[in-house]
């Protein structure tokens, strides 16, 4: 074992310090070292916290933006949508409009075809009403029958005046019978009276007398008897008022249909004697239904551009 042994020095020696200084200015540059490297690491860790958030912060400013731009999106699409909703209320005020100028338009065309309907009802019923004013005026002369009990005139499904044509003529003859020819004087009378009437023969196109007969004999034969019979007719009735033939001759014309337009079927002598007859009908101008038609649309045009001259006004 080895003893330590002390060096002293002398107390007369000069005692030297730097040693000690040494060491002391070593420690408190390890200190510093040490303090340094501390705040360096700490400084490392801050700086990355720091960068980790502002990479977070970044991160979240780019969702924010993102967010934003899908926030101005739905703006543009919820203006847009809007936009629309508004076109479309425009476009249904609109159609609601229309509709209502339409609705008006069809009440109006409803009432204008109620009123046509009626018109032309009108001259439907003229024709067969001046056909009772003919019946009648015979009648309050005549009678409704003859002596046999036979009816003087009739008026017919197809509103025509049947006349038997047995009280006219004989079997086979086109010669007027004597009771025919008072008869026919009544006629004369009764159409000078109706077409002295401006009102009534402003309608009229013409007075057909229309000749028929039965089946018997040929066709040819019947044609030719039913066209004399008939002519017979209209030269009695001229002749009979020749101020019927003076003031309304172009009113009259004559037709013979033979056999062809019976008014009963079969071949039994009841039947035969009734499609022997002289029918009278009044046609109508077409004229006249025409003018009726024309001022209808006339009158229906007027008031469609009225109404809408109303609506671009408004």
């Known amino acids: 074992m080895k003893i330590r ?165 004989a079997s086979n003859s086109y010669t007027i019978k004597p009771e025919g020819r008072e008869l026919l004087d009544q006629f004369a009378i009764a159409f000078e009276r109706i077409l002295d009437d401006p009102s009534i023969r402003y309608y009229i196109d013409s007075i057909n007398i229309e000749g028929h007969t039965d089946e018997v004999g040929s066709s040819y034969y019947n044609r030719e008897l039913s066209a004399k019979r008939s002519g017979e007719v209209i030269n009695y009735l001229m002749k009979s008022n020749p101020q019927l033939e003076r003031k309304y001759a172009s009113y009259f014309a004559t037709v013979g249909f033979s056999e062809f337009r019976p008014i009963a079927y079969g071949s039994s002598e009841a039947a035969r004697q009734r499609n022997r007859r002289i029918e009278i009908k009044i046609a109508i101008k077409d004229s006249s239904i025409q003018d009726i038609i024309d001022n209808y649309l006339s009158d229906t045009n007027e008031r469609f551009y009225s109404i809408q001259g109303d609506s671009y006004e408004e």
């Open 5 to 169: 042994r002390r060096n002293f020095k002398n107390v007369g020696e000069e005692l030297n310090f730097w040693p000690s200084f040494t060491d002391v200015m070593s420690t408190i540059a390890l200190v510093l070292f040490f303090l340094m490297l501390l705040a360096y690491i700490q400084n490392m860790v801050t700086g990355n916290n720091l960068l980790y958030n502002i990479l977070k912060l970044e991160e979240k400013q780019l969702e924010l933006e993102n967010v934003e731009g899908e926030l101005n999106v739905k703006k543009i699409e919820l203006e847009e949508t809007k936009a629309e909703v508004s076109r479309k209320r425009d476009e249904l005020t609109l159609s609601r409009i229309e509709l209502e100028e339409k609705s008006e338009i069809i009440a109006l065309s409803n009432r204008e075809l109620a009123e046509l309907r009626t018109k032309l009802e009108e001259i439907a019923v003229l024709r067969l009403d001046i056909l009772e004013k003919v019946k009648q005026s015979i009648e309050s002369e005549l009678g409704s029958t003859t002596d046999r009990g036979e009816e003087l005139v009739a008026i017919g499904e197809n509103a025509n005046i049947i006349i038997n044509e047995s009280l006219v003529f």
